[in-house]
Each structure stands twice: as structure tokens, then as C-alpha cells.
């Protein structure tokens, strides 16, 4: 008969076997003591042995219950949380190349296990760095070239215009005339829309207007100018251009963005250019998609041969000896023509940095304008480097073929960042339905771009960015392809691979961790459970709204105010970017200017805002039916709650806190700040140290902890709230004695 195995679910752990052996061998020691005491009393002369050995009996039982004491205060609890740490490293990032670290100095004697456990990590960290050394290192020489066409252009004399947001003329110099080739036919007060093809144009002044209304203009490196490629409406001439804005600036104490009342437009004829290069195109094309087909013919043809009866054993080895060499020889020029043709394209196209929420934006606002599919912008933004108008035709004709294709009506459409120490930063469109065929996405390809200057191809604005396409279901949440009843995936994605910016922006780093300590408020953060429908759901099946806040200080009892309130809304696992509260209030008292290195709001920027009993109704819509989701909440709550009834609200939805669900995951030994969570987990955001980017950052962090607390079995919504509550049961215990 087999003797039962014992599984890692059923064999008992180290830290109950040990407090039970230390337990067990206390209690016989101690009933050993009394049952010698009881003897002592027993006996009628006072025995001085048996008085010692009571003695000493209850010494060695009292050595070891404080022998247990050290054991479990500095050997269990520490090797607990030495394995929670190691967990949280674990569940980090695997796609980045940032190593979590274990804090040394807390593990004592099992400072050698802590330290393995940094070396292993160091050891990933490095593999994963050497991968994305070595692709940067295989793709550097390609970011050799430098756009010689734009070179050239700059040094050219070019043509100036002066355009109203009507796009009538009001100035232009000889110089254009020359350039479109007019005698005298501009004419002041025409439309520059009769003489240069309106989509680039129309294009560039909407996204120079997007940037002035969101402010971006004063810290973009571009300032309120932007470049693009048009070409005049018959069709004979292409243009190089570049659009500035001219800005009326809003009355003194107006917090309204400066008006754009028109434009200055510098043109150069980049005719001869591009036309080489459409020429170069249509040559390279011929020359290496044209012979793909030859060469199949020709292998086959030699394959052929083997089976050819006719020829002797020697002369048959020479014959395919030497028909394989030219074929060998012939697929190697074309694999270097091709990669030539490649480069020379990607080199020469004109391209900037562009920040992704933008692109998405534009890419929305086309589609939505034309037809009544829906597209949400998710996920973190990230920075790009490409052209702008090309990939918003892109996109706008890959949703449309989509949608044709598959009837689905609302796509998300997110930025993902460089994954597989990879450098590509990715553009996934995603929609409800089966993914798109291989061959149906390749004929997609080679048609041309509605729109598109020059007959381009959606296949040449993949080349341009040295990129390519292609569609597949997505994985469901059980780790298998979604799918339906008749077996067709439910949710696929489109995926697009886009060069990162070439000049990445970070935010200049504030002192956040030593500015908000962890805020306990026990009555805030102790909270009854939902018992209802709403605390059965799982978690990943709720909609979560991510807040946080900026204040003056961090004491609302004695007149602290808050200042800014962000928010971004989460629902099924989507972090819905586009889907933002984000607003700047009046405290109505000076902010202290020790507190301004760590949110970087001025008096002048608040001032003439929105006061507070204003915002929190605002807010309170935001949040409506939503659990609401902050790092250190208690801190966040304290001031919404105070100023409840100034403003007719009540903030009275469930709340989770990352911090104390890092704490029911880590241990309350570990780093549960958000930068070192953030780290730990390889979370990057773009637009860090905002109160709208540090609840994107909250967003992400809280994402991954929910896979992480399904291992833990915390599932539904009650769950989190229960572990919750006991941490801060715990809590207030240890900060009573």
C-alpha cells in the first residue's frame, strides 16, 4: 500500500510547527513545575533538592517561553517577511529592467538569506539590461541618419504667409509666389485652402490649438509651431512647411488659455525631394517586393530537380549545387536591398515627439466625427516618436476596416510601454470580436490612405516608423484565449510598434515621501463591509474611481485646504485616461512656500479657481456609484470629510487603500510608499509628482494588486475590506499600549 504524499496545500509550515514545539515543550516543562511544587507541598519536611528542582524547573520553562519570544520576533516574523518581500519582487514588472532590492539592515541573522535574494534580483535586472543593450546596439545605426531633406530645406529661402483662423490670406511675400508658382493670383483676403490641399493644414492648426488650450505650449520644446508636409491642390507640387501660431493673450487676472487668432506659414518646395523619394520607393518596391515571387519559382524549380530522372548522379550534384548558390546569393542582395529601401525611407520622412493622449485624441475626434463608432483612450501615456497626421490616417482607416470587417462600434485604443526590454513603445487597438485575418490585414496594407498625399499606403506609414502591423486575440483572464460558444475570440487587438521619443520629458523630482508621512485615522479607515451584491463582485469586475489630492499641508484641523483634485476613472481593468477629473482650487488662504517644492502650485495659480463647496459636488458626481481608491486614503478623506457639509455632499461609497492593501501583501515591515511600491512593481508614468499622475501611478500599482490578492484568495470587494479592517484593528492595538 503507497504511503499518502504530502503537498505543499496540506504538509504544515515552519511557522506553526515551531510556536507548537516551543508551545508543547513550555507546558511540559510547567506542568513538571507544579506537579514538583504539588509534591513539595505534599511532602511533610521541606525537601531542599526537590524545592530547587522546582526552581529550576520553572526557570528553564520561563527561558524557554522568552527563548520562543526572540525566535519568532527576530527569526519568523523576519523570515515572513523576508518571503513577502521576495513575493512583491516576484510580481514585479518581468518586462522592465529595474531589479526590486530587499532593505538589509531589517533581517539581522538572516542577512545572508536578504542578500541572495538582491543578488538574484540584481543578476535579472542585468540580463534584462544587457537584452535591451544589445537591440539599442542592433538599431543605432539606423538613428544615423539624419534627415538630410530637412537640412537642406531649412537653408532654403522660403515663402511666408500670413493666414487668419479662416485661412485667409492677410500677408505673403514673393517668395511663396515663386514656390506655388502664382503671378499675382494669392491675392489678399483669398483662402489659402484654394491653393494648398486643406487636410494637413486643417490638421496642424488643430493640434497647435490643443496644445495652447491645455497650456502645453509654454514647455513644449516646439513652443506654438509645428511641421508638415502638404502639397498644393493641383497636385504638381509638394511642400514642406512649418505652422506658428500667433497668440492674443487673455486679459490681466483671466484664467482663460491664450486665443490663436491666426498663423504664420513658411513654406519650401520639397517637390524634387520627395518626388526622389516616391521614385526611390516605387524602384526599391519593384526591386524587392517584385522578386519575392521569382525567387519561390525558383527554389521550387530546384526542388523540382531532385526528382528529375534524366540527369546522371555527378552532373544532377553540380546542376543543384549551382542553381542553390544563385538562389542563396539572390535572396541575400534582396534582403539588402530591402533593408536599404527600409532605412532610406524611415531616414529621410519628417517625424517628431508626440505624446500619445494627443495622438489618441485626434485619432477620436476624426473617427467620432465621421461615423458613430466610439473610441476610448486607456492605459498610461507614454511619449512617441513619428508623424502625426500619418498615424491618425493610419489609425482612422484601420478602425474603419475593423469595423467593416468585425461590426464592432467602441474600441479602446492605449500606449503601452517598451515590454521584453525592448525600446518600441506599442499602439494596441482593441475592440470586442474576432482578430483580423493575416492576409485580410496585409491587403489592408497595400491599399492607399484616404486622404493620404502622394497615393500613400497605410503599409508606407508602418514603413516610415520602420514598423509593421498585426492583429490576435487577446488572453483572458484565466490565462487561455477568450472565447465564445461557437469558439471565436471575444476581445482581439490590433498592434502597431512605434519608435519611442527621441527627446523623452520627466518630471523634475519632488521630496513626496517625506512630505506625507502615513496618515492613520482609524474611524476614516475602519469601514463596515458592503453585504450586498456590490461587496460579493470581484474585484476586477468593479468601477473604481483613483484619486488624489494636493493641499496646502497636511493638518486640515488647524486650516490646511486642499488645493487640486485628480482623478482617473478604472473600469474592467482599464485605467480609462480619457476619463479624468483634474481641477485647481481657491484655498482662500496663502500657501506656505516651504510646501510648494512638493506639489509645485503657486498662489497664482489658484487664485480666482474654484473654491472647495464648489469642486466636491463636482467631484461627487465624478465619483457616483464608483469605489473610490487612494494611496494613504485616510489622509484624502480627512479632507473631503471636513468640508462635507460646507459643500452639501456626502462621501459615504467604499474606499480601499493601496497602503494598507501593500501592508496585507508585504507585511508592515516593508516600503509602502507609493514611489517605492511603483519601483518594486517597474510602474513608469509619464507626468509623475501631479496629483492626475500620481493617481495614474495609484491606477497601475492597484491593478497589479489585485492579481496579487487573488493569490492571496482575496477576491470580492468584502474581502478587501475585512483584510482592511483587521490591519487597522491592528494597528490602533499597537499604538494604544
Known sequence: MTAPKTTAATAPSPRRIVPLAFRAAGLGLVALSVGLAMAVRGSDAADPLLTYAVAMTAACAAAVWGLWLAVDRYLLRAAETLSREAGLIAHGNAEGAVGGRVPLARYGDLLPIARAVNDLSDKLAQVRRDIARTVADSTAKAEEQKTQLAAVLRDLH?????????????????????????????GLGRSMLHFV???PLTHTLERLSLRVREG????????????????????????EGRMSAILQEPEPGSDEPPAITGY???LSDATSELAALGQRDALLREATEGFRAPIANLRAAV??????????????????SAMLDSCDSLSRRLEQVTAAYRS????SWPMSDIHSNNLIGLVAHRVGSASSVTVTLTGLPQWVHGDSHGLVLLFAYLIEKVHGLTGAAAFDLEAAGPQDGDRWVYLDLVWEGPA???????????????????GLSAGDVLQHHRSTAWSEPLPSADGGADGGADGAAKRARLRVPLPPAQSPRSAQPRPRASARPEFFDFGLLHQPLATSELGR???????YVVFDTETTGLSPSTGDEIIQIAAVRVVGGRILTGETFNTLVDPKRPIPPESVPFHGITDGMVTGKPTIDAVLPQFRGFVSGAVLVAHNAAFDLKFLKMKERAAGVTFDCPVLDTMLLSRMLLGNDGDHTLDGIAERLGIEVVDRHTALGDSLVTAAVFLRMIEMLRDRDVRTLDDAIRGANILVELAARERAF
Open 158 to 186: 522660403e515663402g511666408v504667409l500670413v493666414c487668419n483662423t479662416r485661412h485667409q490670406i492677410l500677408l505673403y511675400n514673393q517668395t511663396a509666389l515663386d514656390i506655388l508658382h502664382l503671378t499675382g493670383e494669392l
Open 197 to 199: 490641399v486643406a487636410e
Open 216 to 239: 502645453r505650449h509654454v514647455n513644449h520644446e516646439h513652443g506654438t509651431t509645428a511641421q508638415f508636409v502638404g502639397a498644393t491642390t493641383d497636385g504638381r507640387i509638394l511642400l
Open 264 to 266: 504664420v506659414l513658411t
Open 303 to 320: 526542388e523540382t530537380l531532385y526528382d528529375a530522372p534524366d540527369l546522371g548522379p555527378r552532373d544532377r550534384a553540380a546542376f543543384e
Open 344 to 347: 532610406v525611407v524611415t531616414g
Open 436 to 454: 483580423v485575418p493575416s492576409a485580410t490585414l496585409d491587403g489592408w496594407l497595400d491599399r492607399t490612405l484616404p486622404g493620404g498625399l502622394g
Open 537 to 543: 463582485t470581484p474585484l476586477d469586475r468593479l468601477h
